[in-house]
């Protein structure tokens, strides 16, 4: 295997194209170059090629990752799967034609464990440039949470849901500051004017408690309504 061509990417900084003598490009990062040792015309063993394959599958996830937190934030666990995820397979307009049932489950699996160490050392990469922090997203989720008007039970379940680790929930739930008005406003909405009845209290107080509520929060609420039409 020859290197015929090594030029700078025009669309993506830093990321340069190695042309080689199957017609094949592969694009890696500019540290790659270095380390690699790639120039036009270097005959590549099959160790250097295997390495150059490699290093342009760990640039390829690598851009993809960044794109994907540029949708959104995102926890590691959340980044990891979508990295290593299985390419969907296209249905066939006749899948009883084919004779060939694909690779062999132990190579898929062998091939799932490889990307999946791939996204890790992506990951890690992310993480030590700032663009991927477990603490920092767990603290953004419960500030969008809490202000959507849900309750602590709720907040968690999301967190868990993202998979945010646990040792991060405490600090980040420090972001929640309980406000009494808020859930009284969203009992108020669900009571709809109606009269503070044994009934309807109890539709209100599962309703906050859907909403992860617990119930001194709730009843804190309830009395407060009771108040209200007592005045």
């Known amino acids: 295997m020859k ?15 190695v042309w080689l003598d199957d017609a094949s490009v592969i694009r890696v990062g500019e540290g790659d170059v270095v380390s ?13 090629g295997e390495a150059l394959a490699a290093a342009g599958e760990q640039s390829r996830l690598m851009e993809r990752a960044v794109g994907l937190l540029a949708q959104r934030p995102m926890s590691r666990k959340e980044l990891l799967d979508k990295l290593s995820a299985p390419p969907r397979q296209k249905r066939e307009k006749y899948p009883y034609d084919k004779l060939d049932d694909g690779p062999a489950p132990a190579l898929l699996e062998a091939q799932r464990e490889a990307l999946r160490e791939r996204a890790e050392g992506v990951a890690d990469r992310l993480k030590e440039l700032g663009l991927l922090n477990d603490g920092e997203y767990a603290r953004a989720v419960v500030r969008h949470y809490a202000a959507k008007g849900y309750g602590p039970r709720k907040i968690r379940d999301e967190l868990y849901r993202r998979g945010v680790p646990r040792e991060f929930w405490e600090d980040a739930m420090e ?28 539709r209100v107080s599962d309703y906050l408690a859907r909403r992860g509520y617990g119930w001194e929060e ?7 309504l009771r108040e209200e039409r007592e005045d």
């Open 3 to 17: 290197i015929e061509k090594l030029e700078l990417s025009q669309h993506r900084q830093g990321r340069w194209l």
């Open 36 to 48: 690699l040792g790639l120039y036009a015309g270097k005959e590549l063993s099959d160790e250097e």
């Open 175 to 202: 972001e929640r500051e309980p406000d009494e008005d808020q859930v009284l406003a969203l009992a108020r909405r669900k009571l709809r004017e109606e009269e503070p009845t044994r009934e309807n209290l109890k």
């Open 218 to 224: 709730i009843s804190a609420t309830l009395d407060r």
